[in-house]
């Protein structure tokens, strides 16, 4: 009966030695923390804003740091595309498109896009020089840009040769070989120079003129600051480019002179704009709102001084003053199409 007992007594404290081992804790341990996981998820609620812009990547990324530091609860995605492909795109998508606005695109190609963008009512159009106003409001101004005769002082005076004063002063044999313009076709800035003298003198007479301007082309460049570039190297004496391009070489130290002619300046104005149907998406009218609050003068300050406001100010050394802007009215994508067939050189 001992044996019995005991056996009865070992038995039972191995079963209770099991039971302890396998008994778990009623409260369970905390999953470990996981850093990555938590901002996965988060981003993941982020509420997204799809912009499209045609400018340069460096502005691209003064938009998106920006509008990241002010609105860091949103996905904010600023995509380029160039103009034609961007008009393109938002014509053949109009509602079903990603987009949800736009950054600085000319108003040639806004004019097209009308029937797919939404009225601006929020904004202070009373700010905007008077001629960059749209009736419908369909689209606000960010910028301009103009061109102009550019010189190289030191390549004229070596070659004893005066500065042109006028359109009809390219056409002195002395300057041949001696001048560069962008190409028409390449370029939106040889377009700006075609359009304004077509507007100033009509098409058959701005036409001739190019065709008697040609015997003294040196150069036709592909993009609008590539007359600039030639003028530092001193590889051209004059070149029909961009204002704000000048500008920054000559406070880099080159030796160049701006000229505007009688006929004005020609230049683009671009705007921002909201498609239809996207300006009650969260955030889109705040970042809108944000953009033309604030950024907006910094970035005209910055980069392209341009006057588009009334009482605009820039500190920009050697930015010309009052620039006598050309007649660039009537600037459509089918004008810009008929008028281009013609180009020839």
């Known amino acids: ?190 377009y700006l120079f075609l359009k304004s003298l077509v507007n100033a003198w009509g098409e058959d007479k701005a036409f001739e003129y190019f065709g008697k301007l040609n015997d003294n082309i040196l150069q036709y460049t592909n993009s609008g600051s590539g007359p600039i570039k030639d003028l530092v190297k001193g590889e051209c004496a004059i070149g029909l480019s961009l204002t704000f391009n000048a500008v920054e070489v000559i406070n880099d130290g080159a030796p160049l002179e701006i000229i505007f002619f009688e006929e004005g300046a020609p230049y683009s104005p671009t705007g921002c704009a909201i498609i239809a149907g996207r300006e009650d998406k969260p955030g889109v009218k705040e970042m809108f709102e944000y953009l033309y609050s604030d950024v907006q003068d910094e970035y005209l300050a910055t980069y392209l001084p341009e006057q588009v406001k009334i009482d605009q100010k820039t500190e920009i050394a050697n930015f010309p003053e009052n620039i006598p802007y050309a007649d660039m009215s009537n600037d459509t994508p089918d004008v810009k199409t008929e008028l281009l067939k013609k180009w020839e050189f």
């Open 1 to 190: 009966m001992k044996k019995i007992l005991l056996a009865l007594i070992a038995t039972a404290f191995v079963a209770l030695l099991l039971v302890g081992c396998t008994t778990t804790d009623p409260t369970p341990a905390p999953a470990p923390s996981d850093d990555s996981t938590t901002i996965q998820q988060q981003d993941a609620e982020k509420a997204s804003v799809i912009i499209y812009s045609p400018n340069e990547d460096y502005l691209i990324e003064y938009y998106k740091t920006k509008l990241d530091e002010q609105f860091p609860d949103y996905d904010i995605t600023v995509e380029y595309l160039s103009t034609g492909n961007l008009a393109a795109k938002l014509l053949a998508e109009g509602a079903d498109t990603d987009c949800d606005f736009i950054i600085g695109m000319s108003y040639g190609y806004l004019d097209s896009l009308t029937d797919n963008l939404a009225s601006i009512d929020f904004i202070d159009t009373s700010v905007f020089m008077p001629e960059l106003i749209q009736a419908d409001n369909k689209y606000i101004p960010w910028d301009r840009f103009s061109g102009a005769c550019i010189v190289n002082t030191e390549l004229l005076a070596e070659k004893n040769l005066a500065a042109p004063a006028s359109y009809d002063d390219l056409l002195k044999p002395e300057y041949k070989g001696l001048i560069e313009m962008a190409n028409p076709n390449a370029s939106s800035t040889g």
